[in-house]
């Protein structure tokens, strides 16, 4: 067991998904909504583990690049603050995330999505109990292990189990980590070991 306490999970987020009855031109494909003091913020997340009470907040308007996405004149919205994974010692309920979301409501409102909750037709909300219920994901977390320089030397688990050679490993918790690119790339690389393996090499 003390082999996996330097594979910690990383942080989990809150999913939010509106269907809005009109557009907000400013919004790009991807956009940050920045904490006022990012290195608070990363303390309160990954150190604190607490809820941010000035979250970063990562949201996306797909519109924006596929009109198919949404009716003329109105936008969806996926809106992601990363927060920490879930503490099965003292863990949170849904009411404390649903507080918290009001916080990233007023925030975005506040940061010039003037009256955001009024023009909501359709919300949609994920914990991260029901992302670790889903996906079955270790407490909740999105990118796999954690990357920590002290823990793990910023490496994820390896792609081969060291015990059985014939044992591979794939997805966001392996080299060379979580996100759907680097996930695509760990089952190429992966694909290309086990042929290497097959032949003898
Ligand atoms: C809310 C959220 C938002 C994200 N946003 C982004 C983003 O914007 N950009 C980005 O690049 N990445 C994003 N990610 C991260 C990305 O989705 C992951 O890094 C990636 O999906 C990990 O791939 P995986 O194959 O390891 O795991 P998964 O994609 O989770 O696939 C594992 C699959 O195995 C299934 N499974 C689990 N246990 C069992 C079992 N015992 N038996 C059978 N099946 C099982 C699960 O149901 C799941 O379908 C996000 C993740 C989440 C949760």
């Known amino acids: 067991m003390r082999s996996l306490e330097k594979f910690e999970p990383s942080c989990s987020g809150l999913v939010l998904e509106l269907g809005l009855d ?27 583990r607490e809820l941010p009470p000035d979250p970063t907040i990562y949201l996306v308007a797909a519109s924006r690049t596929d009109p198919t996405v949404a009716p003329d004149g109105c936008d969806c919205l996926k809106i992601l603050p990363h927060i920490p994974h879930i503490n099965d010692a003292d863990p949170l309920s849904r009411d404390d995330y649903m507080v918290f979301k009001e916080r990233v409501l007023d925030k975005l409102e506040r940061m010039g999505l003037e009256n955001l909750r009024r023009h909501v037709v359709f919300e949609h909300c994920w914990t991260p109990h029901d992302i670790r219920e889903r996906y079955r994901s270790n407490s909740g977390s999105i990118y796999g292990v954690v990357s920590d320089r002290f823990k793990n030397l910023a490496f994820k688990a390896p792609k081969q189990s060291e015990r059985y050679p014939n044992l591979f490993f794939v997805g966001g918790s392996v080299n060379p980590g979580g996100g759907m690119p680097m996930v695509v790339l760990c089952g190429q690389n992966v694909a290309k070991r086990v042929v290497e393996w097959d032949r003898g090499g």
Do not use: C, E, G, I
């Not at 009109?22 to 604190?48: C, E, G, I, M």
């Open 22 to 48: 009109r557009k907000y031109p400013q919004l790009a494909h991807h956009n940050f909504f920045f904490s006022d003091d990012q290195r608070a913020h990363f303390h309160t997340v990954f150190r604190k």
